[in-house]
């Protein structure tokens, strides 16, 4: 009788790891940017959760991930409904152990994402898992939210077919044997985020150098909260961190010389804030990824960084070209394919570079 009664807890009650940027507000857990999530040694028969979420009309609703194991594919899947709903999770006849991860796997600019209960048997218990020994932060556009890399070339982009895990940055994490945490938004820029070929003014409504300082710009607007949380970059001290921004400035800056010097300008000064919060911290810049038209730029910046700051722990790395044997994403995005080739390449250019050697 007892396996049939159920007790329900607040996550912060519970002993449970979190990465990437998640937030405790009023009882609840947020995961905030794609692929946050929490995990747990879990010992019981049923677990259920229940979920919050507002925002994305149809196609662009939030969506996460179940992970049993070591399972490479989510045993659920789930789209979330507007509002508090209660979803199934993990279940067993009898009681089992499993280590169970609970992903975001949409970003939070279409929909947010909270955990007001998890619900499990009476008898069920719940212990933290252990953390890798390092991790890299990965600040990003579309590309590095896996935007649309489930998808294909001829469909447009749902939320239901990006997948952060399976990024070049989470999967570069992997290769790596390193945690991550990913802080992206599809389209953003540092002067511009993206316009058509036909606009000429830029898109500042949201830009990265703006956003990225706080805990999730988007969630404290959508929710009225003031004033809006700056983040303690200490919380996740990432060991490395990845910039790929440029792409989205490119639709924008064109050829135009003007425009591409003030894009300089703006990465170097959007560079020198990011070596004030992550202090003796690698900091790698990459290009390329689906456009090449700005890596002189970037690797400019760069340099200014590298001999006028004195700063060695700069540097750049641009992507390989994308072969037509890649195939697409869904909106011209990079495929699966294409993800792993770039995820190979960046943990190959670390361990080379032997940037996380010394790092116990």
């Known amino acids: 009788m007892s396996e049939r009664i159920k007790k329900e807890y607040f996550p912060e009650e519970l002993s449970i790891r979190l990465s990437g940027r998640t937030l ?27 979920l919050e979420s507002e925002g994305g009309k149809e196609d662009y609703q939030a969506w996460i991930g179940v992970y049993a194991d070591d399972m490479e594919n989510p045993c659920r899947r789930i789209k979330l409904k507007g509002g508090r709903q209660r979803y199934p999770l993990w279940e067993s006849d009898k009681t089992e152990k499993a280590r169970i991860r609970i992903v975001k796997l949409s970003e939070s600019q279409y929909a947010y994402t909270a955990i007001n209960k998890l619900i499990m048997n009476e008898k069920a218990q719940v212990h933290k898992t252990p953390g ?41 994490a992997e290769k790596l044997d390193c945690d991550f945490t990913l802080a992206a938004w599809s389209g953003i820029g540092i002067i511009s985020s993206w316009i058509p070929p036909e606009e000429e003014e830029p898109n500042t409504k949201v830009l990265a150098p703006v956003i990225y300082p706080y805990v999730d710009y988007g969630l404290f607007h959508r929710k009225g909260w003031v004033p809006n949380e700056l983040y303690d970059y200490e919380r996740d001290n990432c060991d490395v961190l990845v910039l790929n921004l440029g792409t989205n400035d490119a639709s924008y800056t064109r050829e135009d010389a003007e425009r591409r010097k003030a894009f300089q300008t703006a990465y170097l000064e959007f560079l020198r804030y990011l070596r004030i919060t992550h202090k003796n911290k690698p900091i790698i810049c990459t290009s390329n990824a689906l456009t090449d038209l700005l890596n002189p730029e970037i690797e400019a910046a760069v340099e200014t960084m590298r001999k006028e700051e004195q700063d060695g722990l700069i540097f750049h790395m641009a992507f390989s070209q994308q072969e037509a044997e890649d195939g697409e994403g869904a909106v011209g995005h990079p495929s699966l394919i294409r993800h792993e080739k770039m995820a190979e390449q960046l943990a190959d250019w670390i361990r080379r570079k032997g940037i996380l050697s010394d790092i116990s």
């Open 24 to 50: 405790y507000r009023d009882n609840a857990l947020y995961l905030l940017h794609g692929a946050s999530f929490l995990e747990f040694e879990f010992e019981g028969r049923l677990l259920e959760a229940e």
């Open 132 to 172: 890798k020994k390092k991790r890299i932060e990965v600040i990003g556009d579309s590309i590095t939210c896996g935007f649309g890399n489930e998808g294909k070339a001829e469909e447009v982009f749902k939320t239901g077919t990006e997948n952060p895990l399976r990024a070049y940055g989470a999967l570069a």
